[in-house]
């Protein structure tokens, strides 16, 4: 393989997961540590890629000025998210009061919620949906409809969301970077992650590893401001400013 496919290859793989390992490289692209070690040196050299301990991650200033369709959404690293949503379902207990955030990871969230006594508000139609079909206790927030991620957002759904105190809010995030926090790309509904977690006891933020070193346009909330449920997490700045909990299985 010449050198530039090998960093193409390379590159390919870092935009789909956000991260990778010196030894997920090699096995990738059939080369030697040695040979990897280099590409990475020179493609951190020309700004395309961040060096971290053991691996490599996207630049953490990678902006995100789109966001893809929720049908898109759900089968990007679906295996992933359904560890996230299935470990974040057992945080539920029948004396909670929940925010659930309209968003993929989030509805898988919504799936994995059986025989549940909790009161449940969400912004997202088809969490509602999901939710009411358990048998549930769950409200949904009037206001505008955003086609794109079937969220409830604007002033009436940001207005009705003041009425409430949660004891937990599950929430999700474009992009996750220490010094730019955790950002989305939409104003409106920015403002309805940031009231639910002004108004929660607790806050998670669920995201697979691929969010992590990405800045959307929006910030929400610092990094410490919720405890983040991922399957993997190579920025030890972040471990080392809030609480990540890594599900493997």
Do not use: W
Not at 196 to 225: C, H, I, Q, W
Request: hydrophobic residues 45%; proline residues 1%.
């Amino acid at each position: 393989m010449l050198t530039y496919e090998r960093k193409e290859k390379l590159l390919a793989f870092l935009a789909d997961r956000g991260t990778a390992s010196i030894n997920q490289l090699t096995a990738l692209l059939s080369a030697s540590e040695a040979t990897v070690r280099r590409d990475l040196t020179e493609l951190a050299a020309a700004g395309r890629i961040r060096k971290v301990r053991g691996g490599a991650a996207l630049p953490s200033h990678e902006f995100l000025n789109r966001e893809d369709p929720v049908l898109v959404k759900m089968e990007n690293h679906r295996d992933e998210k359904t560890r996230i949503a299935r470990y974040a379902a057992g945080l539920i207990f029948d004396d909670d009061y929940v925010f659930i955030d309209a968003g993929s990871t989030t509805f898988l969230l919504a799936s994995f919620i059986e025989n549940s006594r909790a009161t449940f508000v969400t912004n997202g139609i088809s969490h509602a949906h999901e939710l009411a079909k358990k048998g549930c206790r769950v409200m949904i927030l009037g206001g505008d409809l955003k086609d794109t991620t079937e969220a409830v957002i604007g002033a009436v759904a940001a207005a009705n969301l003041q009425r409430y105190n949660f004891s937990k809010a599950f929430l999700g995030a474009n992009g996750i970077a220490l010094k730019q926090g955790l950002t989305t790309t939409d104003t409106d509904e920015a403002t309805i992650k940031a009231i639910a977690m002004e108004k929660s006891f607790v806050s998670y933020v669920l995201t697979d590893a691929s969010k992590f070193g990405k800045v959307a346009a929006v910030k929400f909330a610092p990094v410490n401001r919720a405890c983040i449920i991922c399957d993997r997490c190579d920025d030890e700045e972040i471990k080392q400013n809030t609480v990540v909990k890594e599900v493997t299985e």
